[in-house]
Antibody, heavy 117, light 111 residues
Framework: VQLVESGGGLVQPGGSLTLSCVAS????????MHWVRQAPGKGPVWVSR????????MFADSVKGRFSISRDNARDTMYLQMNSLRVEDTAVYYC???????????WGQGTVVNVSS | QSALTQPRSVSGSPGQSVTISCTGT?????????VSWYQHLPGKAPKLMIY???KRPSGVPDRFSGSKSDNTASLTISGLQVEDEGDYYC???????????FGGGTKLTVL
C-alpha cells in the first residue's frame, strides 16, 4: 500500500490550493479515504472523509464550506480542494486510508501547505 | 489544544516498559470502543499500532498493547527498543458531529 500526496506549497491568505493523493497497492475503489492535517508542533486533526463511491463526504467544522473532497476511482486518486485559505490552515496534510475499523491503517508521507502573506 | 490529552514526553531504558495515557471525555474515549494509536518515527509516515482499544494490526509486535478505563486509554510498550523512539498519538471516534479526535502526541525517548 502506498499513498503519495502532492500539491502543497506557499499560498497567500484567501487563496486556493488543490491537493492530490495517488494510491497504489490496493483496490482504491473499495476503501473510504480521509485527509488528516498536522500543524507544526501540534497533534493531528481529522479534516475530511469520502466514501468509496465518492458519496457521503464529511468535514471538520473548521473547514466546512471552504474545503471540498473528491475522488477519481479510475485514476486511483483523491483530491482536497481548499479555498479561502487561512493562516491557521498551515499544516502537513496527510492522505489516509480508512481501516474499516474506525481507525486509519495507512498514511502517506504528507504534503506541506503554508498559508502566509 | 488537542481534544485528547497525552503527556508531552515519556522515557525509558531498553528492555523496560512505558505507558502513555490518553484522556478524553465520555463523548469520545469513554463513549466508544474505537481508540487507536499511531507511531510516527522521524522521516516516516505515521503507522497504526493499535485499533479498537487493544487490537494489533498484523505485523505489530506484541510488545505493544492497549487498554481503556472510563475516559482514559493507555498504550503500553514493553521490552523497549531503541527503534521505538519517536512520537505516539492516540485517536478516538467521537460520534456523528465530531467524528475523530486526536491527542497532542507523546515523545518517547529510549535512553
Amino acid at each position: 500500500v502506498q499513498l503519495v500526496e502532492s500539491g502543497g506549497g506557499l499560498v497567500q491568505p484567501g487563496g486556493s490550493l488543490t491537493l492530490s493523493c495517488v494510491a497504489s497497492g490496493f483496490d482504491f475503489s473499495t476503501y473510504w479515504m480521509h485527509w488528516v492535517r498536522q500543524a507544526p508542533g501540534k497533534g493531528p486533526v481529522w479534516v475530511s472523509r469520502i466514501k468509496s463511491d465518492g458519496s457521503g463526504t464529511m468535514f471538520a467544522d473548521s473547514v466546512k464550506g471552504r474545503f471540498s473532497i473528491s475522488r477519481d476511482n479510475a485514476r486511483d486518486t483523491m483530491y482536497l480542494q481548499m479555498n479561502s485559505l487561512r493562516v491557521e490552515d498551515t499544516a502537513v496534510y496527510y492522505c489516509v486510508r480508512d481501516s474499516r475499523e474506525f481507525s486509519f491503517d495507512y498514511w502517506g508521507q504528507g504534503t506541506v501547505v503554508n498559508v502566509s502573506s | 489544544q488537542s481534544a485528547l490529552t497525552q503527556p508531552r514526553s515519556v522515557s525509558g531504558s531498553p528492555g523496560q516498559s512505558v505507558t502513555i495515557s490518553c484522556t478524553g471525555t465520555g463523548s469520545d474515549v469513554g463513549g466508544y470502543y474505537y481508540v487507536s494509536w499511531y507511531q510516527h518515527l522521524p522521516g516516516k509516515a505515521p503507522k497504526l499500532m493499535i485499533y479498537d482499544v487493544s487490537k494489533r494490526p498484523s505485523g505489530v509486535p506484541d510488545r505493544f498493547s492497549g487498554s481503556k478505563s472510563d475516559n482514559t486509554a493507555s498504550l503500553t510498550i514493553s521490552g523497549l527498543q531503541v527503534e521505538d523512539e519517536g512520537d505516539y498519538y492516540c485517536c478516538s471516534y467521537a460520534g456523528f458531529y465530531t467524528y475523530w479526535v486526536f491527542g497532542g502526541g507523546t515523545k518517547l525517548t529510549v535512553l
